[in-house]
């Protein structure tokens, strides 16, 4: 990623029942984004009233794709270190909120990959970690609202994101070619000598997975939560 990536967008705005968080005007970006900050480890930790679920860490149980002669499959992933994410800017609009993160993550599980890592032959499964500093993550977030019992609410009715690398990506794979040691250096070595064009053949799944994830929870809080409670119109 990901690792994606992660991020919260769960953290979009305001208050929440149960987490004291300030309600902001939607053109007040200073507040929008202290606000946001604030809210970071709190959702992180999740809210079991309102069916949230901790999102650090974060268990992915399958990413599985096949993209740039690349077979991947990852599985019983925890994604660590989300909690600690900085909200670098916040923007509300009347149908739209931007929001971008900078987060430094571990990722950790079982993996399969057979293919080519950019020019590099591959092939192995065992245990991975690959750990992030420094990705930024832009999430869109397309809104529109909907009454209920006397409230209004809001409704996510689609998403997308970018994710970039600004420090750096450590890629370990145990059991590469069947343990075989002297492939394995070779295959580490290219690797995280190039991690940032590797991180754009390998991530892009688990990030939309992360992100996805991550966005379902965010409805969950806009299910429970009025915009009148969420935001100062």
């Known amino acids: 990623m990901k690792c994606v990536v992660a991020c919260f967008v769960i953290c979009v705005l ?3 029942q149960g987490v004291n968080i300030t309600a902001c005007k939607q053109d007040d970006a ?9 809210a970071v480890p709190l959702l992180a930790a999740g809210i079991p009233d309102m069916g949230i ?14 993209q740039a002669g690349l077979a991947m499959d990852f599985r019983n992933t925890n994604v660590k270190g989300l909690k600690n ?16 993160l900078k987060c430094s993550v571990t990722m950790e599980g079982d993996y399969t990959l ?51 690398v600004e420090k750096d990506v450590h890629y370990k ?13 070779a295959i580490h070595e290219f690797a995280n000598q190039n991690w940032r064009d590797i991180f754009q053949d390998v991530a892009p799944p688990i990030v939309k997975v992360v992100v996805g994830r991550i966005v379902t929870e965010t409805t969950k809080l806009f299910n429970h939560v009025p915009i009148e409670e969420l935001v100062i119109r």
């Open 30 to 38: 200073a507040c929008l984004k202290a606000s946001a900050q604030a």
């Open 114 to 164: 057979g293919g080519k890592l950019l020019i590099m032959p591959i092939e192995g499964t065992g245990k991975y970690r690959i750990k992030i500093r420094g990705v930024v993550v832009k999430i869109q977030l397309d809104i529109d609202e909907k009454p209920r019992d006397g409230a209004t609410y809001w409704m996510v009715k689609n998403w997308n994101y970018s994710a970039t």
């Open 85 to 100: 994410c900085k909200v670098l800017n916040l923007k509300r609009f009347p149908h739209r909120t931007d929001l971008d």
């Open 53 to 66: 679920a901790s999102m650090d860490p974060m268990y992915i149980d399958q990413v599985k794709s096949l």
């Open 173 to 185: 794979f145990r059991n590469l070619f069947n343990g075989n040691k002297q492939l394995s250096d």
């Open 14 to 16: 305001g208050v929440a």
